[in-house]
């Protein structure tokens, strides 16, 4: 179990965000608007990533990945982070509104 | 703390993004209430999933500690990731509100 911690600790916070949907964040319901808003920014975190790997500025611990790559030697969890996180991050605010909505203030 | 090549382009990323907002995106996001909510919960809940990813006991990402100013705070975490991850939420979330902003524009 030890090779997946990465890809668990990613799931752990797609499943702890997804009560947000049901509250009426409506995010994953706009698939379009969510990857034109998260896949531009999850290229541009790869390149970084791509850099600092390449330029010796992280690591990863072999120990706590699966192994599975891409090119650069960007370990597939970077991928997957760079896709969950934003996803989160907009599931937040707009779940923010929604409950603020719920409650009868304007945020 | 000699190359910072992890400092120098943390403090970049940001002024990236809050810069594509004032000069490019014009989207308002830094003027909404809700914004700054999500911002503090997402801050958060980036101390466990980050500190779990940076824990210098068991670390998943390693950082070479001469391409970082060598603080981390709180636990194990780099000061940098927070500027990372303001910039990769904050990016995403600022291309969300421009579809927004898109779609229900009517000139």
Redesign the interface.
């Given at each position: 179990m030890d090779h997946y911690?990465?890809l668990i600790?990613m799931a752990a916070?797609l499943v702890?965000t997804l009560p947000l949907e049901a509250l009426g964040a409506r995010v994953w319901r706009q698939p379009a608007?969510?990857a034109?808003?998260?896949l531009?920014?999850a290229l541009?975190?790869l390149i970084?990533d791509a850099l600092?790997i390449g330029?010796?500025?992280?690591?990863?611990?072999p120990r706590?990945?699966t192994g599975v790559d891409l090119p650069f030697r960007i370990p597939v969890e970077e991928l997957v982070f760079?896709l969950a996180?934003?996803?989160?991050?907009?599931l937040?605010?707009e779940?923010?509104?929604a409950v603020?909505r719920r409650i009868g203030i304007k945020? | 703390m000699t190359g910072l090549g992890y400092t120098v382009p943390a403090v970049a990323s940001v002024a990236v993004v809050v810069g594509a907002e004032l000069i490019v995106l014009h989207t308002g996001l830094f003027r909404r209430a809700a914004y700054w909510v999500a911002m503090a919960i997402v801050l958060a809940f980036q101390i466990p999933v980050d500190g779990w990813l940076t824990k210098l006991s068991a670390p998943i990402v390693l950082y070479n500690r001469a391409q970082t100013t060598g603080i981390r705070f709180p636990w194990d975490i780099p000061i940098e990731d927070f500027l990372y991850g303001f910039a990769l939420v904050t990016g995403a979330l600022l291309l969300w509100q421009y579809q927004k902003g898109v779609a229900s524009e009517h000139h």
């Open positions: 911690q990465y600790l916070c702890a608007r969510l034109r808003a998260v531009p920014v541009v975190f970084w600092a330029g010796h500025v992280w690591t990863y611990n706590y990945v760079f996180i934003p996803v989160c991050g907009i937040t605010f779940g923010v509104q603020a945020l | -």
